[in-house]
Nanobody
């Protein structure tokens, strides 16, 4: 079992930055791809970014490419999402998830088996 816990969410003004972190416990994230997804009420869960094991491949949604960066620290068993240039439409609950489908890291939520509880990101004008 892999338990995932997200942190780093909060309230930020448009144009600002936040860094989300996904920490794993129970077992390591070795050989797992890790993805970030987000969800707003009334919308489908949306893929944001994903990174393969050990970190050689990344994928981004078109809406965040160039603004968000996903990275992983395999010694700390964490995956971070650096979010710059935040926009109002980035407001959502952000979830990290782990998948045994590794390369390329999947963009479909159905490929991910382990999920965290989410962290709220709110971007204000």
């Amino acid at each position: 079992q892999v338990q995932l816990v997200e942190s780093g969410g909060g309230l930020v003004q448009a144009g600002g930055s936040l860094r989300l972190s996904c920490a794993a416990s129970g077992r390591t994230l070795n050989y797992f791809a890790v993805g970030w997804f987000r969800h707003t009420p009334g919308e489908e869960r949306e893929f944001v970014a994903a990174i393969s094991w050990p970190g050689t491949k990344t994928q981004y949604s078109g809406s965040v490419k160039g603004r968000f960066t996903i990275s992983r620290d395999n010694t700390k068993n964490t995956v971070d999402l650096q979010m710059n240039g935040l926009k109002l439409e980035d407001t959502a609950v952000y979830y990290c998830a782990a998948s045994s489908t590794n390369s390329p890291p999947p963009v479909q939520s159905g490929e991910y088996y382990y999920w965290g509880q989410g962290t709220q990101v709110t971007v204000s004008s």
